[in-house]
């Protein structure tokens, strides 16, 4: 795994909740960041990827956390520009919902992953990204599968230059054809 980039609540990972990538991105130089212009939804999942690193890393409080966030890094300037608000509510499920499913999403991640590999031991953005991924897919029925699965595989790109971006895809195809296999048959995918 390589060390992954720096990235603050200041990162879009995508607009895919609300479209599919236009190759835009690609104009974008590697390594550098891109400002949140995105959608609420888009920056709720960041934010609640960087709570849930603080929390494994730190052992911060849940509670203390989710007020560290909403509020004093959500709504701030980057560069004197206005960044996305992130939604307040997407972002208190994700993360309440990851820590209260915890012992259900780890296994479960767990299980997915290469021979060899254990999600106690990956880099603790991926850890917070799989498991906020496997959280969508496990109880956010309102959300599509390929939505979850491409909001996270840009975000990974967001934050790391090697192959992370295939892990999470990999880990997060495979949850969402044995959580949601009608879903992703019914629409081509399967």
Do not use: C
């Not at 990162?11 to 400002?35: C, H, I, M």
């Not at 031991?121 to 799989?130: C, E, G, H, N, Y």
């Not at 990999?170 to 992703?184: I, T, Y």
């Amino acid at each position: 795994m390589t060390n992954p980039r720096p990235v603050g609540p200041h990162l879009n990972p995508s607009d895919a909740d609300l479209q599919a990538s236009d190759g835009d991105s690609a104009a974008v130089e590697k390594g550098e960041p891109q400002a949140v212009y995105g959608t609420d939804r888009s920056a709720a999942r960041l934010a609640a990827v960087q709570a849930l690193y603080q929390m494994d890393l730190a052992h911060t409080d849940l509670n203390v956390v989710l007020g560290e966030f909403t509020d004093h890094r959500f709504g701030s300037l980057v560069e004197e520009t206005p960044i996305s608000e992130a939604d307040p509510d997407v972002f208190a499920l994700l993360v309440r919902g990851v820590m209260a499913n915890q012992r259900e999403i780890d296994p479960m991640v767990d299980g997915q992953l290469a021979t060899g590999w254990r999600l106690a031991r990956i880099d603790s953005i991926l850890r917070a990204m799989l498991r906020a991924g496997a959280f969508e897919l496990l109880k956010r029925d309102d959300v599509p599968a390929k939505v979850v699965i491409n909001e996270y595989i840009d975000m990974a790109h967001q934050f790391f230059d090697g192959d992370e971006a295939k892990v999470v895809n990999g880990v997060l195809d495979k949850l969402a054809h044995r959580l949601r296999p009608n879903e992703l048959t019914s629409a081509g995918h399967g």
